[in-house]
């Protein structure tokens, strides 16, 4: 079934540079927008991404009012807070520097016959890298 449009979705993924369908379509941990392992710009921090026993998976959130939490706990086990790295939250609208034709643009909300501008989700975004050790016994 496909998704219903959804905006703020868009912006996430064009700020946080997730365009290529890295989001699961299903919320985890109480969180609507996530990905498995971890931002691609801090992969080297992780040697053991792809060690068989752990797994990474990361958290897109908005949070101004509260951390995220220290676990979260699913069917796999406990996973456990191990970064937190936040965002601009804003990125050029991938349209630029076109003009906005009959509508509102849905990513950079700049009104018809305006340039695009900017994706603006707000600050107080970030995304937060939790990670699952299993015990070894079970590879
Ligand atoms: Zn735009």
Redesign the pocket.
């Known amino acids: 079934m496909p998704r219903k449009h959804d905006p703020e979705r868009e912006q996430v993924e064009w700020v946080f540079g997730l365009t290529g369908g890295e989001l699961n379509d299903e919320a985890w941990g109480g969180f609507a927008y996530n990905y498995d392992e971890v931002p691609d710009y801090v992969r080297r921090d992780y040697p053991d991404l792809y060690d068989g026993n752990v797994s990474y998976r990361t958290v897109v959130g908005y949070f101004v009012y509260g951390s995220p939490p220290e676990e979260l706990i699913d069917d796999e086990g406990i996973w456990e807070r191990r970064a937190t790295y936040a965002s601009s939250g804003e990125t050029e ?1 991938p ?2 520097p076109d003009r ?1 034709e009959d509508a509102r ?1 849905p ?2 909300d ?1 009104e018809p016959g305006d340039p ?2 900017y994706i603006y989700v707000g600050d107080g975004w970030a995304e937060v890298v939790y990670r699952l050790e299993r015990p070894s016994d079970e590879e």
């Open positions: 609208c349209l630029s906005v643009c990513l950079c700049s695009h501008a």
